[in-house]
């Protein structure tokens, strides 16, 4: 869904990835610091609770996803090995925020409004773990010459639902919002791996996507 915003940003950070060609930094050096800069915040602020300086710290660097692609372009710098590192990297960068929620709910003194932080433990944990899973299905499926990509939750959207509701968490010292969005998450990448499944499925023994007789 959030997809569709990906060209208003490109245009907003254009000017500064042409500044940073210009200088000689290349899309490979952007996504290896842009991935350290979202590790580092979401390992080191987000255990400590300190949601709302981590979210600001990822997102200055969280869009250099965006950034790299844009100068590769731009400067004829596309390949099979910059799209290969930019796709890995972004699960280092996805796994770190979730397991930074991982590390602050196993602290004896996290907080919690809805419940037991084991819970939100262990959900922070299948965030990660289906996050992951929903990139491999559509990778997989790539590699053997059919698509799926789409589902309810796509990366853009879990991102930017999780760093938003936890930025305001830390905010307003409100831990529910966080909560919620970790319910919400792990039931939509549920889903969503289920979805990517469908449409494997369908491609794969023969029926066109969308056929109304398919059941």
Same mark, same amino acid.
């Given at each position: 869904? $959030? ?9 907003? +950070?254009?000017?500064? %990835?042409?500044?940073?060609? =210009?200088?000689?930094? #290349? ?24 949601? !709302? *300086?981590?979210? $600001?710290?990822?997102?200055?660097? *969280?869009? /250099?996803?965006?950034? &790299? ?8 710098? /596309?390949? =099979? +090995?910059?799209? !290969?590192?930019? /796709? ?6 996805? %796994? %770190? ?18 419940? &037991?932080?084991?819970?939100? $433990? ?11 899973? #929903? /990139? ?8 053997? @010459?059919?698509?799926? =990509? ?12 999780? $760093?938003?509701? #936890?930025?305001?968490?830390?905010? !307003?010292?409100?831990? !529910? ?13 549920? *889903?969503? *791996? ?9 491609? %794969?023994?023969?029926?066109?996507? @969308? &056929?109304?007789?398919?059941?």
């Amino acid at each position: 869904m $959030l997809e569709r915003f990906r060209q208003f940003w490109t245009n907003v +950070w254009a000017p500064l %990835a042409n500044l940073l060609l =210009k200088l000689g930094v #290349t899309p490979d050096q952007v996504t290896i610091v842009g991935t350290l800069g979202v590790s580092a915040g979401a390992l080191w602020f987000f255990p400590r609770g300190e949601f !709302f *300086v981590g979210v $600001l710290v990822i997102t200055a660097f *969280v869009f /250099s996803d965006i950034m &790299d692609g844009y100068m590769a372009r731009a400067s004829g710098q /596309s390949s =099979k +090995w910059g799209a !290969f590192l930019d /796709s890995t990297l972004d699960r280092v960068g996805d %796994a %770190a925020i979730f397991g930074g929620l991982v590390l602050y709910y196993a602290t004896v003194d996290a907080e919690s409004q809805l419940g &037991d932080p084991e819970i939100y $433990l262990g959900l922070s944990l299948a965030c990660l773990v289906l996050g992951n899973l #929903t /990139s491999y299905a559509r990778a997989r499926a790539e590699s053997l @010459g059919m698509q799926a =990509k789409g589902g309810i939750a796509e990366r853009a959207d879990r991102l930017v639902a999780i $760093l938003v509701m #936890t930025g305001l968490n830390g905010l !307003f010292g409100a831990p !529910f919002l966080t909560e919620i969005t970790l319910w919400a998450l792990a039931l939509a990448s549920l *889903v969503t *791996v289920f979805q990517r499944m469908v449409i494997v499925h369908r491609q %794969a023994v023969g029926r066109p996507l @969308g &056929d109304p007789d398919t059941p």
